[in-house]
């Protein structure tokens, strides 16, 4: 009997685990937003939310040092929902303003549904590693690395010799400073949609092309 028959490929338990694994962090992901918007955060336990996802505590841990890394995640998996939602309005036929409309009304959509003392508090800790906000590697899950494969598809548009991971990491720590203070209330009165547009605006005020 050949080899291939005998023994599984390593390559595709590899994926197997690697998709277990996604989707238990997604479980708890779901979970957590799920109680935080019920119980609040300090009320919700990590016994709590493993119980919610169905997993054990051990495997809470295994995946997230604390709460407050569970929350960056938060982060991370919008910028993959709103990254995905972006794709589908077929942006890479239009302008880099419709890209960034685009991006605006999803992430806008997107943050709207969570309380806004939840958002406020994922945003702190998101900003608090902000180092993490220019670690991108093209399509991934941070919102420089979205921002980032937008700016590569509109790279056209932009001034010679723009960087679009720099660009990225930028952007995304503004778009993020005007979800903090949208949250907060110390933002002037706004829609949501506007304060992200706003802060695009002046990045790329100072990054087109004439």
């Known amino acids: 009997m050949a080899k291939s028959e005998t023994q599984p490929n ?5 994926l197997l685990r690697q998709e277990r694994s996604r989707q238990t962090r997604d479980a708890l992901v779901h979970a957590a937003l799920g109680l935080w918007r019920e119980r609040g955060f300090d009320d919700t336990t990590i016994d709590d939310i493993s119980a919610a996802a169905g997993v054990a505590r051990s495997t809470y841990y295994f ?22 939602a972006v794709a589908t309005k077929n942006t ?13 009304f999803e992430l ?3 943050v709207e549904r969570v309380p806004r003392d939840l958002v406020a508090r994922i945003t702190r800790s ?14 991934d899950g941070t919102f420089a ?22 660009l990225g990491a930028i952007a995304a720590g503004m778009v993020m400073e005007g979800i903090l203070r949208w949250s907060l209330g110390t933002a002037r009165e706004q829609e949501l ?14 990054a087109r092309l004439r």
């Not at 419709?98 to 991006?103: C, L, P, R, T, Y």
């Not at 998101?126 to 670690?135: D, K, P, R, S, T």
């Not at 690395?145 to 991971?165: C, M």
């Not at 949609?193 to 990045?203: G, P």
Request: charge should be negative; proline fraction near 3%.
């Open 10 to 14: 390593p390559y595709r338990r590899s």
């Open 63 to 84: 995946h997230f040092a604390d709460k407050e890394a569970l929350l960056r995640q938060v982060a991370g998996t919008s910028a993959l929902t709103i990254g995905a």
């Open 92 to 104: 890479a036929d239009g302008s880099l303003d419709d890209a960034m409309q685009a991006f605006a």
């Open 108 to 110: 806008a959509r997107y």
């Open 126 to 139: 998101v900003l608090g590693g902000i180092g993490h906000l220019g670690e991108s590697d093209g399509n």
């Open 145 to 166: 690395g979205q921002l980032r494969t937008i700016f590569e598809a509109k790279r056209d548009e932009l001034v010679p010799g723009t960087d679009p991971v720099e």
């Open 193 to 206: 949609r506007d304060v992200i547009s706003e802060r695009m605006t002046l990045i790329l005020d100072g």
